[in-house]
């Protein structure tokens, strides 16, 4: 009796199970890198760490990174695309302790480099004192003949800064503007008289109006004496009446210019007095010697050097009160 199955197939589909054909192989010890067992080779010790990757790009067939021994053993990796980047070997950090060595070596040199510089240094600098005491030497064997004149030079430089200077002083704090006002108008009377009686005389001696002017401020701030002072002004008059020729207005306006400007009242007054009698008596006797005077020709007027030092004196001191009036004011407001 025999029993059907139904087929749970349907019925274009047939299931027909197949075997290979059975084939049998010798045994074959096979010894692999990668399995714990015997090998015919000697083991090697590496103390770094090695990793490799399959490069699919040259076909899938080299592994980059190991030997030929190890790909073998390797074969085809089965790590994905996207995780291939990972396994790349990651650069270990830098090695410093050799650069340590080498500054130490290097500022061991610096060490000889330096003291070489001293030594030269210390040479530049005795070399330099040498010249230094040379120079000492032959400055004091020039100042051994010619250091007299140097040192007086020297000291009338200095004693003209600390007149000069002191004269600046007094003039600022001490100028008498209203004497120095007088002075300068009776002075141009002198000078305006001998201009008109003789034209030029006052540019033809500045020289001698400038020695009165000196000698009359002397006698003022009482450098010289009353006889001396006398004295020196006949000797200006002699001057300028025996070795220049000049006549009696021109030879004698420096002294009543000086007489008129420094005397006392009286002495003003009698010499302006003189002096003008004086111009009248040359000029009347010109004129009755047949002299006529004609028009001369008029060279620029040059202001004597003692009116105009008084007139400096007198803007200083105006301009002095000026400014220390402005500086209180601006300091009270």
């Known amino acids: 009796m025999s029993t059907t199955i139904p087929s749970l197939l349907p019925p274009t589909l047939s299931f027909k199970p197949s075997f290979p054909p059975a084939k049998l192989q010798p045994l074959r010890p096979q010894f692999r890198r990668n399995l714990i067992g015997f090998s015919p080779k000697p083991p090697a010790f590496s103390l770094g760490k090695r990793f490799a990757v399959n490069d699919k790009e040259s076909g899938g067939d080299v592994l980059t990174g190991l030997d030929e021994s190890e790909k073998e053993a390797r074969g085809q990796s089965t790590m994905p695309e996207r995780f291939r980047y990972l396994a790349k070997e990651v650069p270990g950090p830098p090695v410093r302790w050799p650069w340590f060595v080498v500054l130490a070596f290097l500022i061991y040199a610096w060490r000889a480099v330096l003291f070489e510089l001293s030594n030269w240094k210390n040479a530049a600098f005795a070399i330099a004192r040498f010249i230094g005491y040379v120079l000492k030497y032959a400055f004091a064997v020039v100042y051994h003949f010619i250091g007299s004149p140097i040192t007086f030079s020297i000291r009338c430089m200095e004693d003209l800064f600390y007149t000069v200077r002191a004269c600046y002083t007094w003039i600022i704090g001490n100028a008498p503007v209203p004497d120095l006002t007088i002075i300068i108008v009776l002075a141009s009377i002198v000078l305006a008289i001998a ?30 004496s009353e006889p001396l002072f006398w004295t020196l002004l006949l000797g200006v008059y002699a001057f300028s009446k025996f070795l220049k020729k000049r006549d009696d207005v021109s030879a004698a306006m ?23 009698a004086l111009a009248i008596y040359q000029h009347s006797k010109m004129l009755s010697e047949g002299k006529e005077v004609g028009e001369v020709e008029t060279r620029e007027m040059r202001l004597p050097i003692p009116l105009l030092l008084a007139a400096l004196a007198i803007g200083l001191r105006a301009a002095a009160k000026w400014a220390g009036h402005r500086h209180l004011t601006w300091m009270i407001v």
């Open 195 to 224: 201009e008109a009686t003789v034209p030029n005389c006052i540019n033809s001696q500045p020289y001698v109006l400038t020695v009165s002017g000196l000698i009359g401020y002397a006698a003022v701030r009482g450098y010289i």
């Open 254 to 276: 420096p002294v009543a210019a000086v007489l008129a400007g420094v005397g006392e009242p009286w002495v003003r007054v009698l010499v302006i007095i003189s002096y003008t």
